[in-house]
T-cell receptor, first 114, second 114 residues
Framework: GQQLNQSPQSMFIQEGEDVSMNCTSS?????WLWYKQDPGEGPVLLIA?????ELTSNGRLTAQFGITRKDSFLNISASIPSDVGIYFC??????????????FGKGTLLTVNP | DAGITQSPRHKVTETGTPVTLRCHQT?????MYWYRQDPGHGLRLIHY???????DKGEVSDGYSVSRSKTEDFLLTLESATSSQTSVYFC?????????????FGSGTRLTVV
């Protein structure tokens, strides 16, 4: 089956630092999504990417859909304490209306020290 | 807002007992999913549904069954709970997102099997 390798597994940073995490796949995807999970809650969508090479920002977050369609990265600039949580990448290969399953990475646990 | 409600939020049960978790949605989405989340494993798909009475297995379906008798409700049953099923369980729905689809998650059910 499809596998997503997400790295790093965890990060400990100081407030104000920039953060970068990425996902690579053995298969191509048509859509890449990035989710954040706060403690005790379900994952929430941060950014969606639909085209190879696409670069999308959402506030301090920037994500890119790799040219090969097998990778994506997420950057967080000027981190703040509320950025703490688990970040998941997810890839989707849409088979035209019948298969909406996402494949998830194992997550990056981010800790921000004030 | 997809209006997903999971119940209960927390449950402690004894080994060998059956347990049913409920996922309720208010917006008539066709696809629903059950995941479990464990440290080091990320989100793993247990079962999913693509319509009333239409369900299929995910990657970790052993020991679990599901039912969907109404569009709005997707039930996950642990037939005879074991300690290895102690986990956090998330329900998700698939909904249109730009040119593709994304998942919206419930808040999760923390299940402890003693």
């Amino acid at each position: 089956g499809q596998q997503l390798n997400q790295s790093p597994q965890s990060m400990f940073i100081q407030e104000g630092e920039d953060v970068s995490m990425n996902c690579t796949s053995s298969s191509i995807f048509n859509t890449w999504l990035w989710y954040k999970q706060d403690p005790g809650e379900g994952p929430v969508l941060l950014i969606a990417l639909y085209k190879a090479g696409e670069l999308t920002s959402n506030g301090r977050l920037t994500a890119q859909f790799g040219i090969t369609r097998k990778d994506s990265f997420l950057n967080i600039s000027a981190s703040i304490p509320s950025d703490v949580g688990i970040y998941f990448c997810a890839g989707q290969l849409d088979f035209g209306g019948s298969n909406y399953k996402l494949t998830f990475g194992k997550g990056t646990l981010l800790t921000v020290n004030p | 807002d997809a209006g997903i409600t999971q119940s209960p939020r927390h449950k402690v049960t004894e080994t060998g007992t059956p347990v049913t978790l409920r996922c309720h949605q208010t917006e008539n989405h066709r696809y629903m999913y059950w995941y479990r989340q464990d440290p080091g494993h990320g989100l793993r798909l247990i079962h999913y549904s693509y319509g009333v009475k239409d369900t299929d297995k995910g990657e970790v379906s052993d020991g679990y069954s599901v039912s969907r008798s109404k569009t709005e409700d997707f039930l996950l049953t642990l037939e005879s709970a074991t300690s290895s099923q102690t986990s956090v369980y998330f329900c998700a729905i698939s909904e249109p997102l730009g040119p593709s689809y994304g998942y919206t998650f419930g808040s999760g059910t923390r299940l402890t099997v003693v």
